[in-house]
């Protein structure tokens, strides 16, 4: 899935500096003299782009006060036999501009380009200043490095309302990524209202409290928390989703995480659970049972899912499945469990014409695994290794990359530090395809999944401090390859401050400081400033439990020995 590189335009990286777009456009030519958008300034298109040009007048004409009406000025076209499907081609001259793309989602990708192209407060709700609205000459071809430009949202561990995921999907956008994974249920919430199983949201919705910090030091906190959404709500997100060409691939944790939904229907459960569970990280007794009730459900639940999101993969989970639940409750052979399961609900979705997308873990389950289905390795970069030689495509999502919940900050002022450190110098370096695998292998990895697991993230503030800019350098990495040129490394090293680099990182950060943030701030993003936490940002409430990276990778070898092993793909990583 590589890009393939255009003859027409040479690569240069200072010019795309110069315009300051994140991610990195593959090809800019700058030019002398500027369009400026007046209120005079039309759009045409023809009606297959009627929804990007309505997108373009939506977030630019109360921003600019230029409405775009049908006329002349900025021209959309299709251009698919000479573009890439997600590719586009924007030139700017001082009269008019034209965009072409490979497909819909292609010009909706160089819309993107175009919005940044304008000062920061085209990305404000309404107008803050009259000043011209200038576009520099140039021409820019661009097209994604890869196909898969994921995040994953849990919005099990902390609810998060409607709106604040609508506005995440626009945040998404801008950053021309275009999957949004949400991981709908774990055993701290169910979010997913599903009919026939009214006490999965009545009971599985709402726990009594929640762990403050990180699990060693058994802080709680007394204050409830819960939400759903309801099917239509849903609904809604898929479709304004779609209309940004973002395919929405819902999660339901199956058969382990599942201590909410047994806290509703403990006839469900492998073993009896106390409620809707209020702490995290461990394994959670929260595990089905192996019986024709526990299956009725599951497929009760996928037939709603299918009915609500039309995407292709739907996740139904399998990490993390402790076995201790099924040996208490006496079954001769409980680790053949998982597999089984796996099996089983492979079916469930085949019946709907869908595809399982499973944790990394599926791949233990052997011949029970579907050899269609799309594994997202997480455990650092061995699941996307053993997945892809085994012959699966995979979604790189290593957490020792892309996990958003870990620190961004050794200071001892970064809020409730978790796990490895993970600067946005690390986030940058990111490549989805691992040095490990061969060039046949690499192309089954069809991107790359950013993660934002939520047990630290209680609203979406703490959403926005985690995400960016990281997600801004993840971004980067998925849609231009970032670092693929000759300066690919930062200088400063993994685990550095930002800032500091050379080559493709400094020229991120040259961007970030000279456009993007602004852009950010424009929109409403509470991001981390680069220095560190603002005072309000910090939680000296709530302890953290900061690793070592080390020690992680360590931990990961040992915890990857079951898919290793299983897949029979061992060594040569
Ligand atoms: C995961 O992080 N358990 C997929």
Redesign the pocket.
């Known amino acids: 899935m590589a890009t393939s590189s255009s003859s027409s335009l040479s690569s240069a990286s200072s010019s795309a500096a110069a315009v300051s777009v994140v991610p990195r456009p593959a090809r800019v030519v700058p030019g002398a003299g500027a369009f400026v958008l007046t209120a005079a300034t039309g759009v045409t298109h023809p009606p297959e782009l009627a929804a990007e040009a309505a997108w373009l007048r939506g977030a630019l004409g109360p921003a600019t006060g230029c409405l775009l009406a049908p006329g002349p000025g900025i021209t959309l076209l299709l251009d698919p036999d000479a573009l890439p499907a997600e590719g586009y081609r924007l030139e700017i001259t001082t009269s008019a501009v034209e965009l072409r793309g490979g497909s819909a989602a292609g010009v909706f990708a160089g819309l993107q380009t175009l919005r940044q192209l304008l000062p920061a407060d085209a990305f404000r709700r309404a107008r803050v200043r009259t000043a011209e609205w200038s576009l520099p000459v140039c021409v820019i071809e661009d097209e994604p490095a890869f196909g898969w430009r994921g995040v994953m949202l849990d919005v099990a561990r902390h609810f998060l309302p409607k709106q604040d995921v609508l506005r995440f999907v626009d945040l998404m956008a801008v950053h021309r990524l275009n999957v949004l994974h949400l991981h709908l249920t774990d055993d701290q919430g169910w979010r997913i209202e599903v009919p026939g199983w009214p006490r999965l949201t009545s009971v599985g919705a709402w726990r009594t409290g929640s762990m403050r910090g990180s699990r060693q030091h058994e802080t709680f906190d007394e204050r409830p928390h819960g939400g759903y959404y309801t099917g239509d709500d849903l609904r809604e997100i898929v479709a304004y989703a779609a209309d940004r060409h973002i395919t929405v691939v819902p999660e339901i944790d199956l058969p382990a995480h599942v201590q909410a939904a047994v806290a509703a229907y403990p006839s469900l459960g492998a073993v009896p659970v106390e409620g809707v569970r209020t702490r995290w990280g461990g394994l959670s007794d929260g595990v089905l049972a192996p019986t024709e009730e526990a299956l009725g459900f599951c497929r009760d639940v996928l037939a709603e899912v299918c009915t609500i999101f039309p995407s292709r993969y739907v996740c139904v989970?399998g990490?993390?499945v402790p076995t201790g639940p099924w040996e208490r409750m006496g079954h001769p052979d409980p680790g053949s469990l998982g597999g089984w399961f796996v099996a089983e609900l492979a079916g469930m979705l085949a019946a709907h014409g869908r595809v399982l997308f499973g944790?990394d873990e599926v791949l233990a389950g052997g011949a029970a695994v579907p050899s269609d289905a799309l594994i997202?390795g997480?455990r650092g970069e061995h699941g996307t290794i053993a997945a892809a030689r085994a012959g699966f495509d995979v979604v790189a999502?290593p957490?020792t990359s892309v996990?958003l919940d870990y620190r961004q900050g050794e200071g001892a002022d970064e809020p409730i530090p978790v796990g490895p450190l993970l600067t946005l110098a690390d986030v940058y370096a990111f490549r989805p395809v691992p040095s490990a695998l061969s060039a046949e292998d690499g192309a089954r990895v069809l991107g790359g999944q950013a993660?934002i697991?939520t047990e630290h993230m209680d609203s979406v503030r703490r959403i926005d401090y985690m995400a960016f800019p990281r997600l801004c350098a993840f971004a980067e990495a998925v849609w231009s390859g970032a670092g693929s040129g000759p300066s690919s490394e930062p200088e400063s090293g993994p685990g550095s401050e930002s800032g500091s680099g050379s080559g493709d990182f400094a020229d991120f950060v040259a961007r970030l400081t000279s456009g993007h943030l602004a852009r950010l701030d424009a929109l409403g993003v509470e991001y981390r400033p680069l220095h560190g936490p603002h005072p309000w940002q910090t939680r000296p409430d709530a302890a953290g439990w900061p690793r070592e990276r080390a020690d992680r990778e360590a931990e990961l070898l040992e915890l990857t020995r079951d898919i290793r092993g299983a897949v029979g793909v061992d060594g040569g990583e």
């Open positions: 989970g990490d993390e944790w997202g997480w999502c957490d996990y993660q697991w």
